[in-house]
């Protein structure tokens, strides 16, 4: 009996936080109900379920002697969050303090911001990028909305920021154009006592472009034909956004036929198709190439043009010996010697045509195996017109008296 005795009062040892208790199936459940029997205490959350929901206020279970109250008020503070919880819901509750009457003052807004801090400091620890739509701004900036926290946007930290010379006008214009974009942010400081919350949408663009670029360059390959949009223009070439990483077409892959600047192909927001040349991943790099998804010129000039053909071409530069032109509709480029500029005779071309203007040309040379083409201005132009009006006095009949061979005008 005392072995038995012994026995049970061991078994019941875990109720009295022996060795045992944390293992016990029913200790979580235990820890539970003893939690909820607690006096609420200023500033906790605590997840309670709603059991009634009126035009005034939402009474809110959290297992204390009596329902706690969330107010009124908070139906603007929360707006679609509480619209959408039901009599039933579980429904996270800071507790704000117990008013003379006994009732327990709850807030739904600040335990939701609560928490929306603790995810700020999570993503403030990890760098993470997140998205944040744009709630309204100011003149510094933007300030955006997490959950219930408001989080601001310096200009310097937007990726269209405004110009230093930009008016306050303009600085507006721009601001309000983000109105209820999504942002990429990431944040870069944080403090809760102060309820600063700073985000950057430069540094999460500029992470998220490379994650974008790590995963494209893992894709590419020699060859591979792509779309993208032309995002940039320098000197040297334009870049291309291929859809998180940009890749560049040098000067030289624009087009077939010489190019001196690369607007003379493509603007700026113009999409296009390019093939992709090379993949550079030690050096993040991808040249892309225009031109070769286009047959080369010279390869079709013959089956394009025949000799007296009359064509359109835009001067394009002005030499001494003459002016080369650059056909309309394929971009290639002949020359037009000075001799084939004028009837009369021309000292410099710069007499007869100028530069970037279109005229007519006649083809009167095709040298595809050497590539050059020969053009003429004067032998493009409309043939004069003869005026065959019979000058007063002049015989009637001059066809029928003129001699019809050779033997009757000896003999005339």
């Given amino acids: 009996m005392n072995e038995v005795r012994g026995m049970t009062t061991g078994n019941w040892d875990w109720l009295n936080g022996g060795n045992d208790y944390h293992d016990h199936p029913m200790a979580a459940l235990l820890d539970e109900i003893d939690r909820s029997l607690q006096e609420p205490v200023s500033g906790e959350i605590r997840n309670g379920i709603i059991v009634d929901k009126r035009a005034n206020e939402v009474l809110v279970d959290i297992g204390f002697k009596s329902e706690g109250v969330v107010s ?26 117990e008013d003379r009457d006994g009732n327990l003052q709850l807030s739904i807004s600040r335990a939701l911001a609560e928490k929306d801090w603790e995810r700020a400091e999570e993503l403030m620890r990890t760098q993470d990028i997140f998205e944040c739509p744009v709630d309204s701004f100011n003149r510094g900036g933007v300030i955006v909305r997490l959950g219930q926290v408001r989080g601001f946007v310096p200009a310097s930290q937007l990726t269209s920021a405004p110009t230093a010379s930009a008016s ?22 944080i403090d809760r006592k102060r309820n600063r919350l700073i985000l950057s949408e430069r540094l999460a663009m500029r992470e998220w472009r490379r994650q974008q670029k790590d995963q494209l360059l893992g894709s590419l390959r020699e060859g591979l034909v792509m779309e993208g949009v032309i995002s940039s223009i320098a000197d040297f070439g334009a870049f291309v956004d291929l859809g998180g990483a940009d890749g560049l077409i040098h000067l030289s892959e624009l087009s077939w036929n010489r190019v001196t600047h690369p607007s003379e192909v493509v603007k700026v927001g113009e999409r296009i198709k390019v093939q992709i040349l090379t993949v550079d991943a030690d050096r993040r790099r991808i040249g892309l190439s225009l031109r070769r998804l286009t047959p080369q010129p010279w390869e079709i000039i013959d089956n394009t043009y025949q000799v007296g053909q009359i064509v359109k071409g835009r001067i394009t530069k002005l030499v001494n010996f003459g002016a080369f032109a650059r056909l309309v509709d394929t971009g290639i480029e002949g020359l037009i ?9 021309v000292a410099h071309p710069k007499e007869v045509v100028a530069e970037g203007d279109v005229y007519d040309l006649r083809i009167i040379r095709i040298e595809s195996d050497k590539r050059r083409l020969g053009l003429s201005l004067k ?28 033997m009757e005008a000896v003999a005339a």
């Fill in 72 to 97: 009124g008020r908070e139906f603007d503070r929360v707006g679609d969050t509480l619209a959408t919880l039901n009599v039933g819901d579980e429904v996270p509750v800071y507790i704000i303090r």
């Fill in 168 to 189: 306050e006008e303009e600085n507006d214009s721009r601001y309000a154009a983000l109105m209820g974009d999504t942002l990429k942010l990431k944040v870069i400081d």
């Fill in 337 to 345: 010697h000075i001799s084939e500029l004028s009837e009369r005779r």
């Fill in 379 to 406: 032998q493009a132009l409309p043939e004069p017109e003869i005026d065959w009006q019979i000058a007063p006095g002049a015989p009637a009949q001059v066809e029928a008296e003129a001699p019809q061979t050779e």
